[in-house]
């Protein structure tokens, strides 16, 4: 059993660039690929990026591809959403995801285990 706990949301200015942080419970973490997702209102979830088991592979899609950074850190049980230059579309309930299979997908059939979210509000 994995419990993911996202924390780092909340109001934004348009451009602003927050960092989003979901630390998981368990030993098994490092054995994890880590997604993210977001859902914004009246909208199906959908994928936003993913990491491999030790950092090596990331995924994103192309809506932040560029904008946004993935990255992990396994010591701390911890996987890290840096989002730069947000817009207002951006604006979601953003979601962190484990997968047990390691290598990252940006499908969520794939994650196990999902955190209860951490809204993130882009104003203009």
């Known amino acids: 059993q994995v419990q993911l706990v996202e924390s780092g949301g909340g109001l934004v200015q348009a451009g602003g660039s927050p960092r989003l942080s979901c630390v998981a419970s368990?030993?098994?973490?490092?054995?994890?690929?880590m997604g993210w997702f977001r859902q914004a209102p009246g909208k199906e979830r959908e994928f936003v990026a993913a990491?491999?088991?030790?950092?090596?592979?990331?995924l994103y899609a192309d809506s932040v591809k560029g904008r946004f950074l993935i990255f992990r850190e396994n010591a701390k049980n911890t996987v890290y959403l840096q989002m730069n230059n947000l817009k207002p579309e951006d604006t979601a309930v953003y979601y962190c995801?484990?997968?047990?299979?390691?290598?990252?997908?940006?499908?969520?059939?794939?994650?196990?285990?999902w955190g209860q979210g951490t809204q993130v509000t882009v104003s203009s």
């Open positions: 995801a484990a997968d047990p299979s390691g290598s990252g997908s940006s499908s969520s059939r794939l994650y196990d285990y």
């Open positions: 368990g030993r098994t973490f490092s054995s994890y690929a």
């Open positions: 990491v491999s088991w030790n950092g090596g592979r990331s």
